[in-house]
Structure formats: C-alpha cells, structure tokens
Nanobody, 127 residues
Framework: QVHLVEAGGGLVQSGGSLRLSCAAP????????MGWYRQAPGKQRDLVAS???????NYADSVKGRFTISRDNGKNTVYLQMNSLRPEDTAVYYC?????????????????????WGEGTLVTVSS
C-alpha cells in the first residue's frame, strides 16, 4: 500500500491562488505518473492535470493556462499551482500516483499498473 500525503487545500476568493502538494514515499522508484483529480458534489471524479516520469504533462481544458503541475522526482512530490481560481473549481482534489509493478516470474513476469489515491483535500472558491 502506498500512502500519499496531500496538503494545500482551503478557502480562497475568486481570482485567488492556491498550491497543492502531494508526496509519495521517497523509497518508491517505479512511479510512471502523478497527478490530480477533482470531484465536485454530485459529479464524477475527473482529471485536472498529470505529469509523467519524462515530465510531459496533461491538463483538463478547463484549467489550461491557469493551473501548472510540476514534480520533484527526487522527493516523489507533485505540485499543483492553481491561479485565477473560479467558483467552479470548488471540489475535493485527489492526488493520484500510478506505478508500474512486475509480477514474479512464477506468475508470468508481466508488467502491470497500480493506482494509488490520496484522501483528498477540499478546495473552496468563493464568488
């Protein structure tokens, strides 16, 4: 089990900024990507932004130009800088860590992916 430590949520006025952070265990070496998802009340959990081990990034259209994801590979930590926040950004934000594992040779030796999630941090943007 991988424990992710999230920080940085809170209440901010529209137009303001917040920075989220998420730390995976530093001993973890097989992280393929880390990212942030969010879930508003009554809605599904959607991708906000993700960053791969080669530093390529992916953003939801709704946050492009406002949010920036970055990563400190040495500390297995991912950051989400959120600027120009809007009331519709209000949600619980969940950190995701996608790792690649390999089954034992006795089990076939194939690679597979595992997803781990943080507990979530609430971001509230007031109008």
């Amino acid at each position: 089990q991988v424990h992710l430590v999230e920080a940085g949520g809170g209440l901010v006025q529209s137009g303001g900024s917040l920075r989220l952070s998420c730390a995976a265990p530093e001993s973890l070496f097989n992280i393929e990507s880390m990212g942030w998802y969010r879930q508003a009340p009554g809605k599904q959990r959607d991708l906000v932004a993700s960053i791969n081990s080669d530093d390529t990034t992916n953003y939801a259209d709704s946050v492009k130009g406002r949010f920036t994801i970055s990563r400190d590979n040495g500390k297995n930590t991912v950051y989400l800088q959120m600027n120009s926040l809007r009331p519709e950004d209000t949600a619980v934000y969940y950190c995701n860590c996608h790792i690649i594992e390999r089954r034992s040779l006795a089990e076939g030796g194939d690679f597979y992916g595992e997803d781990y999630w943080g507990e979530g941090t609430l971001v509230t943007v007031s109008s």
